[in-house]
């Protein structure tokens, strides 16, 4: 399976993305004498395109199908987009706290340490339906990388759609991800304009 392999760091400099975002602390210094050319309606459509693409770690074959399949349903096609993209087990995953960033998550995702409603999922791009119940597999429980996962990372806030308690090492979804819930900025709208000329 392909993946991207790019600097991080040097990709978020170029998008124009905070690294905290992916869950990096390191945050990369901006050149204001640096002059840029005013950019074409085709360009900043692209770079929205390209953003969400490396946020959520997806290549152009699997973004597209997820386009399709917001297009599909009733609603504003570029809202239900990002929410088929934040329903991602990896990405729920890194929602929760298990991993510091959404690369670790895919990558826990595929060595199997995690089930959905008891059953055990490798796939990172495995869709979560409301209702699911997200937990560490009992074997992975007694590590200590899940142990100081927890202690680091399980304060951090949930998004409204997650029910997770703190120390707890399973969560439940408790409802569909709203707009308001994603907390980096970017026109979805310049992405549904790019894919629908």
């Known amino acids: 399976m392909a993946k991207n392999t790019q600097p991080v760091l040097k990709r978020c400099k170029t998008l124009g993305l905070s690294p905290a975002v992916l869950g990096y602390s390191k945050e990369t210094k901006r050149n204001p004498k640096q002059m840029r050319r005013k950019q074409s309606e085709y360009g900043m459509q692209l770079l929205e395109k ?32 990002l929410q088929e993209l934040e329903r991602r087990l990896d990405s729920v995953v890194f929602r929760m706290g298990f991993a510091s960033t959404r690369r670790e998550a895919r990558q826990l995702v595929n060595h199997a340490h995690f089930t959905v409603n008891g059953k055990r999922v490798n796939i990172p791009s495995y869709q979560v339906r409301l209702g699911d119940v997200i937990a560490v ?9 899940f142990k100081s996962l927890v202690e680091e990372f399980g304060k951090k806030p949930m998004p409204k759609w997650i029910d997770k308690a703190a120390d707890s090492l399973e969560g439940k979804i408790v409802a569909m991800p709203a707009r308001d819930d994603i907390d980096y900025e970017v026109s979805e709208h310049l992405i549904v304009e790019l894919y629908s000329k």
């Not at 953003?51 to 809202?79: D, M, N, P």
Request: charged share 35%; glycine share 8%; hydrophobic share 25%.
């Open 50 to 81: 390209q953003k969400v693409k490396f946020i959520y770690g997806v290549l152009e074959k699997q973004f597209h199908s997820y386009y399709e399949r917001a297009e599909r349903k009733q609603g504003v096609t570029g809202e239900l987009l």
């Open 137 to 145: 597999s009992e074997r992975s429980r007694s590590s200590e990388k």
